[in-house]
């Protein structure tokens, strides 16, 4: 659907914004699914930022963002491929099926208020959007196990969540700040509080080699063990927590030229 022609009171209905819906959103889960490995090598961390688009013809694409100011249309997730080998595999494609989700809404609802939906309208678009599985219940299994749960027979209810919306157990690399490099000997004793004082104000940036930013997020690599400022290894705290093992740039080089 060609959102730059035309005016915002082109003739168009909620069903043709809701087949271009489903046209972006079925090649989006051919590339996270039937296609992964493809997409997997496509999403290289030493290019530039890209992006995975889906198009209304049921195919996908992974390249970089639009170059035009503002785009024709709202923008995918910026980068999805720098965090590809900071990341479980299952967990890294969860994550860019959540930001896919959230783009394909953002379409459908910018198409909606481009051409003038009234509420009616609006409220039919989301009613069939609703209707569909989420691209993160695909990927992740949620929309088979929650078609196994509604037994066809069964008139009761369930108030129980999904275990996919679970809170996920904090990684020992996520901190909001940088704590003293010290990995055993955790006992308390007064003895040791200025030691990891000095020790955490002494701890650089293994990126930036500064120290600065105490209260900002930083992350530690699982492989060397150094610390990072969130800012400068591009990771935020949203995304690590959905990292099991993080690599900093070095380490994930290492093991790419190994």
Same mark, same amino acid.
């Given at each position: 659907?060609? !959102?730059?022609?035309?005016?915002?009171?082109?003739?168009? &209905?909620?069903?043709?914004?809701?087949?271009?819906?489903?046209?972006?959103?079925? !090649?989006?889960?051919?590339?996270?699914?039937?296609?992964?490995?493809k997409f997997y090598q496509l999403c290289d961390?030493?290019?530039?930022?890209?992006?995975?688009?889906?198009?209304?013809?049921?195919?996908?694409?992974?390249?970089?963002?639009?170059?035009?100011?503002?785009?024709?249309?709202?923008?995918?997730?910026?980068?999805?491929?720098?965090?590809?080998?900071?990341?479980?595999?299952?967990?890294?494609?969860?994550?860019?099926?959540?930001?896919?989700? #959230?783009?394909?809404?953002?379409?459908?609802?910018?198409?909606?208020?481009?051409?003038?939906?009234?509420?009616?309208?609006?409220?039919?678009?989301?009613?069939?959007?609703?209707?569909?599985? &989420?691209?993160?219940?695909?990927?992740?299994?949620?929309?088979?196990?929650?078609?196994?749960?509604?037994?066809?027979?069964?008139? #009761?209810?369930?108030?129980?969540?999904? #275990?996919?919306?679970?809170?996920?157990?904090?990684?020992?690399?996520?901190?909001?700040?940088?704590?003293?490099?010290?990995?055993?000997?955790?006992?308390?004793?007064?003895?040791?509080?200025?030691?990891?004082?000095?020790?955490?104000?002494?701890?650089?940036?293994?990126?930036?080699?500064?120290?600065?930013?105490?209260?900002?997020?930083?992350?530690?690599?699982? #492989?060397?063990?150094?610390?990072?400022?969130?800012?400068?290894?591009?990771?935020?705290?949203?995304?690590?927590?959905?990292?099991?093992?993080?690599?900093?740039?070095?380490?994930?080089?290492?093991?790419?030229?190994?």
């Amino acid at each position: 659907m060609d !959102g730059g022609s035309g005016g915002p009171y082109t003739s168009r &209905t909620a069903e043709e914004v809701f087949r271009d819906f489903r046209g972006r959103r079925a !090649g989006m889960i051919k590339a996270l699914t039937n296609d992964v490995e493809k997409f997997y090598q496509l999403c290289d961390p030493e290019k530039e930022n890209l992006c995975l688009y889906g198009y209304p013809n049921e195919t996908w694409e992974v390249t970089l963002p639009a170059e035009e100011v503002p785009p024709e249309i709202p923008e995918p997730a910026l980068g999805i491929n720098f965090a590809r080998d900071g990341m479980n595999e299952k967990d890294w494609l969860a994550l860019v099926a959540v930001h896919s989700d #959230s783009w394909l809404l953002a379409v459908a609802f910018y198409f909606a208020a481009r051409f003038g939906f009234d509420k009616e309208a609006r409220r039919r678009l989301f009613n069939m959007i609703n209707n569909l599985p &989420t691209i993160f219940e695909v990927v992740t299994g949620a929309a088979k196990k929650q078609t196994k749960e509604k037994a066809p027979n069964s008139t #009761s209810k369930s108030n129980k969540p999904s #275990s996919k919306m679970q809170s996920r157990p904090e990684s020992h690399s996520k901190a909001p700040k940088p704590p003293a490099p010290l990995k055993d000997d955790d006992e308390s004793g007064e003895d040791y509080g200025d030691e990891e004082e000095e020790e955490r104000d002494n701890t650089l940036c293994g990126s930036c080699g500064t120290n600065d930013g105490k209260d900002e997020f930083w992350i530690c690599c699982d #492989s060397c063990e150094r610390w990072y400022h969130g800012k400068c290894v591009k990771i935020t705290p949203a995304r690590a927590e959905h990292i099991k093992h993080y690599k900093c740039p070095d380490c994930s080089n290492k093991r790419a030229r190994a």
